[in-house]
């Protein structure tokens, strides 16, 4: 009898997700096709785009600055709970947009995205076969396009063109574009020029002890290579590694001219370079040019990788070699936080943010 | 009397499986969801938005399976290692099995592969563990079932550093929060594809076990005793093994790391219907099957943002785990 | 009838008896004599089937058992070893039903009749009200009356035992030996170890003594086997005495101090 019963439920539950795995198939495209475009993403799949966009979902935080930058009010939430720092400056009217999770595409509740229906899904992550699977495992879930951006910084540009092609909002897109390709040619243009004998050697200190680092290469530390800066971390391990340990005995070895830190804040060492007995013979710090990150709202110099490192590179240019990327970082703050963040910041907000990050 | 406690079973599950269908963060009543899921048997005039047939169908119905899928089988998997291995603190994990698919799910991940193939390594690599176990016990001559026990942990250790070191070589920006996270293990990514994926597997799994399941009791018996009875312990042995391991490969390969269903639900299987497999059996698979489910519909429902699976098992089972063993302490 | 042939017996590449031969028949009790760690239990395992031997031959009712498959030897060789317990918590019933596991095809489980079998069983040894008890918290003696039992029901006319009454008080070995007499009666075979002379006089129509990797067989151990033999065997100083009871002579085995 009890055998019976089992069959018969066992049959019962294969027969039915078989039903209705079929079933599936021919629903979901009943869409009508003059409300909607069809778009190469940057991964090269064919996207349909509905022709007005009112909210999108950005399934990671580095798509979400992207979208902040371009037009904050389609956002339908962010990718974890705001901190902070990243409130300061965020408009209050965005602070309650939910956290929908997201950071690295996993977490995400789909029925929770599903509930605030956007229109469409945005990924922007490093294009490969595993993000590639993902995106469309997505779209499937979700039965909303998913469109794909590289989050490569030179080709930050051309995600702003894309982004204003689905916002359609071209205007804006092109002119971020512009700001982003300009600052990575000056950069670039001017990074050239600077011989390796004259290069400064920096150090990235990570971590609550400062000893771990982003090797040269490693895109955490990509803005140190492409500024012109000599990473003085010459790590065995190639690639896209991150936070490497390495040895106090390591560091003085490398002696840099130049360290950068993270903040307190952020779990890092800069308070107590200056008081650790091991690191006061370090060229960097006998002459106290050792400096912060700027952590607010975003990071300036690498996670998230997004929009944010274009002021990075703009304020490392300008630290390390400060005679070749003549800027005028206030204004240049005060422009890209006014441009990009929506934020009109005061002199006293500037030097706040500038505080332990520059030449005084 | 036992078999009472079987339709029990049953019946809760069914329960369960049709309010779980109610569950989540997108709102359905139940009303329409009751229309929803007769429309597909019965000619019902579509009158909601598609967006809820995606609800139900592609996001729901996939994890509810998976879930009972999932859920039968790897408490299965541990309560039959547990009678042949004599112990009842195995886990379907004691042959590297688990420690085989995280590495070969790992790997493929730092490979940059797509979904499918991570499934795919994770299921091969998930066997090769116990593979390995297995034929490096062959050689040891002394108790073939310590052996295996012993070898088991040495290759699982070995996979996990292995799976150890590849985190340390990937990218911290996306290749290391998706190993990460996929060692927590979630159902949330699962697709029918999927389900079809492991179907078979964990048929070819479950249904001999099923079948041989009252001469898992005189397996549970000293070997020599069990031989003498005229049960081919060597034969039978290795059938529970290659069963267990199709399943919880399977089943790891598609919902990564989920830790303790399979230490938990055979304990307390036993505790409700006693030792006897031919009860035991269909009692734990029921009873993970359910287990799962409930804990993945407070998993997708709870908060806004989906908590891995396998963080909810280990919190919810190791405390209960002690409970359980204190009161059968006592009792 | 079971049949030793020049048996080499040992195990991890080691002979530890050479050259056994003996025969068992029906209503046989052969009782196993000699000291810890002679090889009695080596040479019981092998004649169960446990330990492949290294040469000679086992023959059940002229059938060479070397091939046998386990369902097959099962029906008809029982064995019951020293240890024995479950890591779980069996009832008696469930125990003594699993006997009946090489007369079960591969999916069934026990039906009606093998549980009247099992009754039956239970019935016979008197261990009615234990039935629905948990093994594994039975004393000694009580298991071991579940294991007889269980080895009823495998119905195997030769059961191969392994110290039976070790570990059991004065009464329980009584009524043990007393079940085992009954089996005799029902012209079953019994090969046991033992390490009470008295057994195999009381018992035993045949003696095995085994001592240095030898074996001796000596028919009909009440009127064979002499203070000399036992002497021998045990290296101690021993006295065989005759007890004169109401109808019958029984010998008993007395160290000298």
């Known amino acids: ?360 | 009397m036992k078999n009472c406690v079987l339709y029990i079973l049953i019946i809760l599950l069914l329960v369960i499986f049709l309010i779980s269908f109610g569950i989540g963060r997108y709102p359905i009543s139940i009303a329409l969801l009751v229309k929803v899921l007769f429309s597909k048997i019965l000619p019902i005039q579509v009158t909601w938005p598609e967006v809820v047939n995606t609800v139900i169908f592609q996001i729901r119905l996939p994890r509810i399976i998976a879930a009972i899928l999932i859920g039968a089988s790897l408490s299965t998997a541990g309560v039959v290692y547990q009678g042949m291995f004599k112990n009842t603190l195995v886990s379907p994990d004691i042959l590297g099995v688990s420690a085989g698919s995280a590495f070969g799910a790992s790997l493929a991940i730092f490979l940059s592969f797509n979904m499918v193939k991570i499934q795919i390594f994770a299921f091969i690599f998930g066997l090769v563990g116990v593979a390995l176990t297995y034929f490096v016990s062959l050689k040891v001559k002394e108790n073939i079932t310590i052996g295996l026990v012993i070898i088991g942990v040495l290759v699982g250790s070995t996979f996990s550093s292995l799976t150890s070191l590849i985190k340390y070589l990937a990218d911290t920006n996306d290749k290391l929060p998706t190993i990460t996270f996929w060692l927590m293990g979630s159902l949330s990514s699962i697709t029918l594809q999927d389900i079809k994926f492991i179907l078979m597997p964990i048929g070819l799994g479950m249904i001999p076990l099923y079948i041989l399941r009252w001469r898992l009791n005189v397996l549970s018996l000293n070997e020599e005793e069990a031989k003498t009875m005229g049960l081919d312990t060597f034969v039978l042995g290795n059938i529970v093994i290659i069963c267990s391991t199709l399943m919880t490969a399977a089943s790891v390969s598609i919902s990564g790391v989920i830790g303790w269903i399979g230490l938990v639900i055979p304990h307390l299987s036993r505790m409700i219907v006693g030792p006897n497999y031919k009860v035991l059996l269909p009692t734990t698979a029921l009873l993970g099957s359910a287990y799962l489910l409930i804990i993945d519909s407070f998993v997708r429902s709870l908060v806004e943002v989906e908590i891995p699976l396998g963080i909810l098992t280990s919190l919810i089972g190791s405390p209960f785990f002690i409970f359980l063993l204190l009161k059968s302490r006592r009792g | 009838m079971l049949e030793v042939k020049g048996l080499d017996c040992g195990y991890n590449g080691k002979v530890i008896l050479e050259n056994v031969s003996f025969t068992a028949k029906e209503g046989d009790m052969v009782c196993l004599l000699g000291s810890n760690g002679v090889g009695k239990s080596t040479l019981i395992k092998t004649i169960v089937g446990l330990l492949i031997p290294y040469k000679g031959d086992i023959f059940i009712n002229n059938e060479d058992t070397r091939n046998l498959i386990w369902k097959d030897r099962a029906k008809i060789i029982s064995y019951i070893p020293q240890v024995f317990s479950s890591m779980f918590q069996y009832k008696v019933l469930d125990i003594v039903l699993m006997g009946r596991t090489s007369y079960l095809g591969l999916g069934s489980s026990p039906s009606k009749e093998d549980r009247d079998i099992a009754m039956e069983a239970i019935e016979k040894l008197k261990i009615t009200h234990l039935k629905d008890k948990i093994y594994s918290r039975l004393s000694g003696g009580e298991r071991q009356l579940v294991k007889i039992a269980q080895i009823l029901v495998q119905q195997a006319r030769i059961i191969v035992m392994d110290e039976p009454t070790n570990n059991l008080d004065f009464a329980n070995q009584t009524i043990m030996l007393n079940h085992l007499k009954k089996c005799i009666d029902m012209s079953m075979t019994i090969i046991m170890a033992t390490h009470f002379p008295d057994q195999a006089f009381l018992y035993g129509t045949k003696a095995l003594l085994i001592k240095d990797g030898n074996v001796t067989e000596i028919e009909n151990p009440n009127e064979n086997l002499t203070e000399t033999y036992l002497r021998d065997l045990y290296d101690i100083d021993l006295k065989v005495i005759s007890l004169g009871l109401s109808d019958i002579s029984r010998k008993v085995c007395l160290p000298v101090f």
């Open chain 1, 1 to 360: 009898m009890i055998k019976k019963v089992f069959s018969i439920l066992i049959v019962l539950l294969i027969l039915f997700s078989f039903a209705v795995g079929c079933a599936q198939k021919d629903t979901g495209k009943n869409v009508n096709m003059s409300n909607q475009i069809s778009l190469t993403d940057m991964a090269g799949r064919t996207v349909t785009i509905p022709n007005e966009v009112k909210k999108v979902f950005s399934a990671g935080p580095e798509g979400t600055i992207l979208l902040y930058t371009m037009d904050p009010d389609k956002m339908i939430g962010w990718n974890y709970e705001l901190r902070e720092g990243e409130k300061r400056f965020i408009s209050k009217k965005y602070h309650n947009l939910p956290n929908l999770g997201g950071v690295n595409m996993e977490s995400i509740n789909v029925e929770e995205v599903l509930r605030l229906a956007p229109d469409i899904v945005i990924m922007m992550t490093s294009i490969d076969d595993t993000s590639i699977s993902k995106a469309e495992q997505m779209e499937k879930k979700l039965g909303k396009s998913v469109f794909m951006l590289d989050v490569d910084i030179n080709k930050l540009d051309s995600a702003y063109r894309f982004l204003g092609k689905i916002l359609n909002n071209e205007k804006k897109a092109e002119y971020l574009a512009n700001y982003c390709r300009e600052t990575m040619n000056y950069t670039k243009v001017n990074a050239a020029g600077i011989k390796d004998d004259k290069k400064v050697k920096v150090y990235y200190a990570e971590g609550p002890i400062g000893l771990q680092t982003e090797p040269s290469g490693a895109w955490h530390a990509e803005l140190i290579d492409m500024v012109g800066g000599n990473n003085v971390a010459k790590v065995t391990l190639k690639g896209g590694k991150g936070k490497s340990e390495v040895s106090i005995e390591q560091l003085l070895t490398w002696n840099p001219d130049l360290i950068i830190s993270w903040d307190d804040e952020r779990g890092g060492f800069y308070s107590q370079i200056f008081k650790e007995q091991a690191w006061k013979d370090i060229k960097a710090v006998r002459n106290r040019e050792v400096y912060e990150i700027p952590n607010k709202p975003f990071n300036w110099f690498d996670r998230p990788p997004s929009v944010n490192r274009i002021l990075g590179l703009k304020w490392m240019g300008n630290l390390i070699y400060p005679e070749i990327f003549k800027y005028n970082m206030d204004e240049e703050i005060k422009k890209f936080y006014s441009d990009f963040y929506h934020y009109e910041l005061s002199n006293d907000e500037v030097e706040e943010l500038l505080k332990n990050s520059t030449r005084h």
